[in-house]
């Protein structure tokens, strides 16, 4: 189950899950192995951002895509540490993803790489307990409740995997996207109709209720308003 998510990079939305089955395997000259299951399908868990609480399902066959598209590279990387060196990554056929139907890595690691050995270290003596994605959902590729208390994720565009450290706070996970980067995800078209209409209803709850009786008019008042809407 997932247990906690970092805050969105770059737009990027990220999950981190226990992990559940992992194994650090020596190869001999060929280095270092790293299996683990990175992310879970058709288990639903709780999801917190700046919109409100909601219940979150990834599909079964949700990263087929990606795992189809051989020009779709991934890396693993410690901690998000997006601005390091990668770990592994599929182009250079370091990493290799597979569903079955959860999605699993299988990373060949350098072990002349100092953060390697630490990694190695750190997983094995229960330092770094959870794998975490990086993603992004196409537009159209989710699907919301009417009440917007359960999204399922249909298509992940994966773009990287991490190891990273445990989480703080058990079954739950937390997405904050900044304002600005809201905004730019709206006039990129990147958000669905479902995902505005969230937005919209979350701030129009924000609202200070309105007082009914100062929306009251007289019927003269009223019959002016009627005329002049026939009039338009």
């Known amino acids: 189950m997932p247990e906690i998510l970092d805050r969105a990079h770059q737009g990027r939305e990220v999950r981190h899950y226990t992990i559940a089955e992992f194994e650090f395997r020596d190869a001999g000259s060929d280095g270092f192995t790293f299996d683990g299951v990175a ?3 058709d288990a639903p868990y709780e999801v917190h951002d700046q919109w409100g609480t909601f219940t979150e399902t990834v599909a079964r066959g949700a990263f087929s895509k990606t795992l189809r598209d051989s020009k779709a590279d991934v890396a693993l990387f410690v901690n998000h540490d997006y601005t390091g060196i990668p770990l592994a990554t599929r182009n250079a056929g370091t990493l290799k993803l597979s569903a079955d139907p959860n999605l699993r890595v299988s990373a060949n690691l350098d072990p002349a790489r ?10 094995t003596r229960g330092e770094m307990s959870q794998m975490s994605i990086g993603f992004s959902v196409p537009k ?14 249909h298509e992940v565009k994966l773009v990287e995997t991490s190891v990273v450290w445990q989480g703080a706070n058990p079954l739950t996970v937390a997405s904050m996207r900044s304002f600005t980067e809201m905004v730019d995800s709206i006039k990129a078209g990147e958000l669905d109709e479902a995902e505005l209409r969230r937005i919209i209803d979350h701030l129009g709850g924000l609202l200070p209720q309105p007082d009914p009786e100062s929306f009251q008019l007289s019927p003269d008042e009223l019959a002016k308003a009627w005329e002049k809407a026939l009039a338009a």
């Open 39 to 41: 992310s879970v399908v």
């Open 114 to 123: 100092p953060d390697v050995q630490i990694l190695r270290s750190a997983v």
């Open 140 to 153: 159209d590729k989710q699907t919301w409740s009417g009440d917007y208390a359960e999204r399922t994720i």
